[in-house]
């Protein structure tokens, strides 16, 4: 099973809502990312958990809140967003760093409307 | 440093003829590469992965990519086009730490009938 989940599919927030989006591995990865896409551009890395640390910040800002409660699960909890975040937010989940070639494996995304 | 540079931003093919994306990367390290595709509205599908074990890789719906360490290139091709392949697609390397992975900008296949 090569399956990330991610919910919602869909987000409409307003500027002042709090929301959160969901990721969920059963791979035994110990890898979690989560990632910002916008309309025909790459996919921009956000955050990296590894061992359910948070191992990178791509100077994000603090309007975004990354959490992992466990290996399995990792949330991106969301508050007083601006326009200009409306995109696709992609999770992925990958094997543990130094396990050789490691490949990510990616959910559907959640599409992110900020009104 | 790690980079992935694909050389065409959109490809046109007409359907049942050969595809050919092209990425070169830049790397300090023995490279890990991959190549995902993207349909719209869709996440990322992992294709194929290079491992060192073999340059030619064989990967999902057909593609396969080969590793030429003396152009640093790593081009995924198809023999024969399918309306099903056109989508966007990225040529991605890893860091050596293995948790650090830096895309190429894209390369965007439309199918012809």
């Known amino acids: 099973d090569t399956e990330v989940t991610q919910t919602p599919k869909h987000l409409v927030m307003g500027m002042t809502n709090k929301k959160s989006l969901k990721c969920e591995q059963h791979?035994?990865?110990?890898?979690m990312y989560w990632y910002k896409q916008k309309a025909k551009k790459p996919p921009e890395l956000m955050f990296v958990y590894s061992y359910e640390k948070l191992s990178i910040n791509e100077s994000v800002p603090s309007r975004f809140s990354p959490e992992c409660p466990n290996s399995s699960l990792l949330n991106l909890h969301l508050h007083a967003l601006q326009p200009e975040d409306s995109a696709l937010y992609l999770c992925a989940s990958s094997q543990a760093p130094l396990a050789g070639v490691i490949a990510q494996y990616f959910g559907p995304g959640t599409r992110l409307t900020v009104l | 440093a790690q980079s992935v540079t694909q050389l065409d931003s959109h490809v046109s093919v007409s359907e049942g003829t050969p595809v050919l994306l092209r990425c070169n990367y830049s790397s300090s390290y023995s490279p890990s590469l991959f190549w995902y595709v993207q349909h719209p509205n869709k996440g990322l599908q992992l294709l194929l992965k290079?491992?060192?074990?073999?340059?030619l890789v064989k990967g999902i719906n057909g593609f396969e990519a080969e590793f030429k360490k003396s152009e640093t290139s790593f081009h995924l091709t198809k023999p024969s086009a399918h309306m099903s392949d056109a989508a966007e697609y990225f040529c991605v390397v890893s860091h050596p730490t293995g948790n650090q992975f830096y895309f190429g900008t894209g390369t965007s296949l439309t199918v012809i009938p």
């Open positions: 290079y491992t060192s074990a073999a340059t």
């Open positions: 791979m035994g990865h110990r890898a």
